[in-house]
């Protein structure tokens, strides 16, 4: 993409349930749902995923179901390095002397990309842009680019789902050899004590509910925008108490919730100043390459990476008294990520005016250059 002015339009103004990695040996697999990763060594590695119906020889890794997952203890690790253990973690990394060890980044793309092209939006049916897409199609987008991952976002379900829908979508994103990175809600947790306040909180559990159906890890939430008049300290006071509800809730599904620099965080001060706060290894930052609104973003977003456990990666970024985007210095941002030592979900979120169809297969290839 060309650099200099980027046109946008309709930008959007339990305990850690981990798969037990078990080295084991193993004979025919006692159920369907159990998948097997092979390992075989001829000169160079093979990697064949089949099916735990076919005979096995040895079973390198094992993804019990939900019920037996192994819950890790809580006072182990960080609310980072236990996010980034559940999406970044790989197969060399926990097992060195099968594979090279390598922990790395991983690439998702955001269901958001395609906004314009889904039939609903925040639960209301709409005519949808053609090609139309929806979550099994997305999914097979993200497959069809090599992404390792996809990001459901909240707003372009089928509204009144049953538990089941999301059980389903989660285990055809594992037949197409896709993992769901994650889901995004647009709550408002700048609200007073209300009828309105306690509908976001319901929201937002809904989704904790959900994104543990689908075996999503992560929730990309907002603060939400403060009302007229209202104070700094009040606006802080409103958003710690419901993160610290919310972050109650989500622990207990072994959900993270990542608050996003977004509408009234446009700094990595206040970002930082609520994550202290709340003080809960259920949260952390999700950072978004575009939201910071400073002289210099990507001074904010190096010190964000420490608390990061998520990133929404855009072609573009507007800096402060700005009345254009530029063009994101991707190397220069990733670069950030790995001297931070992120290794996680790097989550493509494509806001330009180019069909996405078309234009987001070169933007993955420009990040996977630099990750």
């Not at 990697?47 to 819950?71: D, K, N």
């Not at 009828?195 to 990309?220: F, S």
Request: glycine share 6%; hydrophobic share 35%; charged share 30%.
């Amino acid at each position: 993409m060309s650099s200099g002015t980027i046109d946008f339009t309709d930008v959007e103004n339990s305990e850690l349930q981990r798969p037990s990695f078990k080295p084991a040996i193993c004979y025919p697999c006692p159920s369907p749902e159990y998948w097997s990763h092979w390992t075989l060594k001829f000169g160079t590695f093979l990697s064949l995923r089949l099916e735990a119906r076919s005979f096995a020889l040895v079973r390198v890794f094992r993804f019990p179901p939900a019920s037996t997952r192994y819950r890790a203890p809580m006072n182990s690790l960080n609310r980072r390095s236990m996010l980034q253990l559940t999406a970044g973690a790989s197969a060399a990394a926990f097992a060195p002397n099968l594979l090279a060890a390598k922990n790395e980044m991983k690439l998702s793309i955001a269901a958001y990309s395609f906004r314009n092209y889904f039939r609903y939006m925040r639960g209301k049916e709409r005519k949808a842009a053609e090609p139309a897409m929806d979550m099994r199609k997305f999914i097979d987008f993200c497959a069809k680019e090599g992404c390792r991952g996809a990001e459901l976002t909240a707003y372009f379900f089928p509204p009144n789902q049953k538990p089941e829908y999301f059980k389903k979508l989660n285990r055809y994103a594992k037949k197409r050899d896709v993992e769901i990175s994650g889901t995004a809600i647009g709550n408002n947790f700048s609200l007073e004590p209300g009828p309105d306040r306690d509908a976001q909180m319901k929201y937002l559990k809904t989704w904790v509910d959900n994104a543990e159906l689908m075996g999503a890890p992560h929730i990309r939430i907002f603060a939400g925008k403060q009302k007229k008049g209202t104070s700094a300290e009040r606006a802080d006071k409103l958003v710690i108490e419901a993160l610290k509800e919310a972050c109650d809730y989500s622990g207990k599904k072994g959900i993270y919730l990542g608050l996003e620099n977004h509408d009234s965080i446009a700094s990595a001060d206040r970002l930082i100043r609520l994550l202290d706060a709340v003080d809960s290894k259920w949260l952390g930052i999700n950072l978004d390459s575009g939201n910071f609104r400073t002289e210099d973003p990507y001074d904010d977003f190096e010190r964000s990476v420490p608390h990061t456990v998520n990133v929404q990666m855009k072609v573009a970024l507007k800096r402060l008294g700005s009345k254009v985007h530029e063009k994101s210095d991707m190397k220069r941002f990733l670069g950030l990520l790995k001297k931070g030592g992120y290794k996680g979900w790097v989550v493509l979120e494509y806001e330009a005016k180019e069909n996405p169809y078309t234009a987001i297969s070169p933007v993955l290839a420009e990040m996977r250059k630099h990750m």
